[in-house]
């Protein structure tokens, strides 16, 4: 079948002349010195830009660089940035000072900010001015250009700023250095066409773009055939996808697809919003055997006022209706969310509001957030600002109510077997997670990191349980 593809896809540049020249340096370096090249990656942020770190890591591989885990050893430090608190930002900051002094020292180490926060003007402004010391600013619409720009710093000795707005061009082509070998995270879309009123996303990762099936499709065939059991679909609203392609194809239609591919043995996706999650998608998560039975569905708020003027496009009871039909769709589904206290003009009325959908949804766990103001969002405009020991307090009592629900939760696992993917292993001490995302940590041999093993629950923790493995 042949179609117009609705976006450019391209190959990351790494045959040009400069590339080339780029990677005949390296090996020359390695000639002189009796080692390669080192890089140290330092990833804020969510999945997104966990796997677009992948992206950066399997290119610099391509050009004879290799991983090292301490920025003090590395030749090329890179910080691969996230804005969607004010934490987040500061975090950035304050590591970058650290590096000023390690840069004096180091006057030939290769200093990138990429990410989200170089998305925006002001903030590449401040780090040019304030961190002069870097050498090399992208975004997240340029990692392709990465090997040009370490060229242009090496060879022609300039520093480099590339970055592009919004765009339709989807670069996916490029090597991947995979964190492990047996899950592995896969974009499905890119951007965010939703503007909750509240973040950053859609004027950082641009307009909302969906990967064409067939793509998706076959880098999962291809991660199967290299050992990998466990995809995790990333998109900012995976609902949503397939709204802009130029055939009717509907997320529940791709997790039926993927469900029939060889090797892969479970299928996590990220994030569900609660606005396009339909019967169909419910039916998918049911009838697929490889959806594992776990769901992220962040609430943010449960005041139907809130939710409004968070453009969140549902009401509390339209998602308590969800959750109770994906409850009797899969009995035993896990639900974990995320939650927002103090967006502005939170009333104790609307706060008490979230409380109420906290304890009818009985969460298996939840991200909880303190309302960051985030310049340039409608939200940051709001005057009912909500005052910070306020925001605090409502934080401290959402805890309250959320931890022992969670703990709860866990404590019917005890006694219960689960299968469990090994994920790592420090000595004797597995960690692996069950499908519904549970953290479990059992004693066993690290030969089997990777495989999915029966472990039979015996103490439960609100973040983690701890178990023994069973033979069958
Ligand atoms: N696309 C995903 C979420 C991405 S951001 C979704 O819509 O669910 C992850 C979470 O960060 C959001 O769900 C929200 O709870 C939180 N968040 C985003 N902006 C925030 C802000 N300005 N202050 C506090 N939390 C925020
Ligand atoms: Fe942000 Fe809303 Fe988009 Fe999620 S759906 S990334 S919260 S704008
Ligand atoms: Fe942060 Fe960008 Fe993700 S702002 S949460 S890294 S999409």
Redesign the pocket.
């Known amino acids: 079948m042949s179609r117009i593809k609705n976006h450019l896809v391209a190959d990351a540049k790494l045959d040009s002349e400069k590339i080339i020249e780029l990677k005949n340096r390296n090996e020359q370096f390695l000639i002189n010195n009796g080692r390669r090249k080192t890089y140290h990656i330092l990833t804020y942020g969510?999945q997104m830009n966990e796997h677009d770190s992948e992206k950066i890591s399997g290119m610099l591989t391509s050009i004879g660089y290799v991983e090292t885990d301490d920025e003090k050893n590395a030749d090329l430090v890179i910080f691969n940035t996230c804005l969607?608190?004010e934490n987040a930002e500061l975090r950035v900051f304050g590591k970058l000072g650290e590096v000023k002094g390690l840069k004096k020292n180091k006057p030939d180490m290769i200093v990138a900010v990429c990410g989200c926060m170089m998305q925006k003007q002001e903030i590449r402004d401040k780090v040019l001015e304030k961190f002069s010391f870097v050498d090399i600013i992208f975004g997240t619409n340029t990692i392709h250009e990465l090997p040009v720009l370490i060229y242009n710093v090496e060879i022609k000795k300039e520093k480099s700023v590339d970055i592009v707005d919004n765009t339709d061009l989807i670069y996916e082509d490029m090597p991947k250095l995979r964190k492990f070998k047996y899950k592995a995270l896969v974009n499905i879309t890119y951007g965010?066409d939703?503007f909750?009123t509240?973040?950053?996303?859609p004027y950082v990762r641009g307009r909302e773009k969906s990967r064409e099936p067939e793509d998706i499709i076959q880098e999962i065939k291809i991660l199967a055939e290299d050992g990998c059991k466990e995809v995790t679909l990333l998109g900012?609203?995976v609902n949503s996808y397939g709204k802009n392609l130029n055939v009717e194809f509907t997320f529940a239609q791709l997790l039926y697809e993927i469900n029939k591919i060889e090797g892969i043995e479970r299928i996590r996706f990220m994030?569900s919003?609660p606005k396009d999650l339909t019967d169909d998608l419910i039916k998918a998560i049911q009838e697929c055997d490889k959806v594992c039975k776990h769901l992220h569905l962040?609430v943010?708020s449960g005041s139907n006022d809130v939710l409004r003027r968070m453009n969140r496009k549902y009401t509390k009871e339209h998602y308590l209706t969800l959750v109770e039909k994906l409850k009797k769709a899969v009995p035993d589904i896990a639900i974990t969310t995320?939650?927002?206290v103090g967006f502005p003009g939170e009333t104790e009325e609307d706060f008490l509001e979230t409380l109420d959908v906290v304890k009818k949804v009985e969460y298996d766990s939840a991200?909880t957030?303190?309302?960051?103001?985030?310049e340039g969002?409608v939200?940051a405009k709001m005057d009912d600002q909500v005052p910070d020991e306020v925001k605090h307090d409502r934080f401290n009592r959402l805890l309250e109510v959320l931890y022992p629900i969670i703990l709860e939760k866990n404590q019917k696992c005890i006694g219960k077997v689960f299968p469990v993917l090994v994920e790592t292993a420090e000595g004797d001490e597995l960690t692996g997670r069950t499908e519904h995302f549970k953290l479990v940590h059992f004693k066993g041999s690290k030969d089997l990191v990777g495989e999915i093993v029966n472990v039979k629950i015996t103490d439960v923790k609100t973040f983690h349980m701890k178990g023994s493995i069973v033979i069958a």
């Open positions: 969510c969607i608190r965010c939703n909750c509240y973040c950053v996303v900012q609203n994030t919003h962040p943010q995320d939650i927002i991200f957030f303190l309302y960051s103001i985030r969002t939200a």
